[in-house]
């Protein structure tokens, strides 16, 4: 058997697979970006997901603070944040869908920088 020596750990392993302290590694990787609930991957989330899309259909911020209609790279964030509300996680009142920038701009704050309401689908007061 052929083993290689591991440049993190200093441990032998076999040549052709993994040294154990990558696995170990990764598992700490994923922890620390916060992937590791699998919350973002589940059924009921991505449901709920086209829903507010669908509800909303606009990045809200871009149109209620700059007056602007965005229809591209909507993404639902949760208004309060998370990880310091975890019941409110599902819950609509709670989501909202922004553009990519818009969200990442938003960040975890624990409110909006705008005025929001949720436009009726029947009159919506805008054109695509």
């Known amino acids: 058997m052929i083993y290689k020596t591991c440049h993190k750990c200093r441990q032998k392993y076999e040549y052709a697979k993994k040294c154990s302290c990558y696995y170990k590694n ?3 990787e994923n922890s620390i970006k916060g992937k590791s609930d699998n919350f973002y991957s589940s059924t009921p989330w991505r449901k709920l997901r086209w829903k507010i ?3 909303d259909c606009i990045c ?3 149109y ?3 007056n602007y209609v965005n229809i591209s790279n ?3 964030h949760h208004i309060k944040p998370r990880s310091k509300y975890p019941e ?3 819950e ?3 989501l909202i869908t922004l553009c990519k920038k818009c969200n990442l701009e938003l960040g975890t704050r624990e409110a909006l920088d705008f005025e929001y309401e949720i436009l009726n689908p029947i009159d919506r007061s ?3």
């Open 26 to 28: 990764k598992k700490i």
């Open 88 to 90: 409110l996680e599902m």
């Open 60 to 62: 809200m911020r871009c």
């Open 53 to 55: 899309i669908k509800r």
């Open 126 to 128: 805008y054109s695509l």
């Open 92 to 94: 609509s009142t709670n």
């Open 64 to 66: 209620f603070k700059l």
């Open 74 to 76: 909507l993404e639902v």
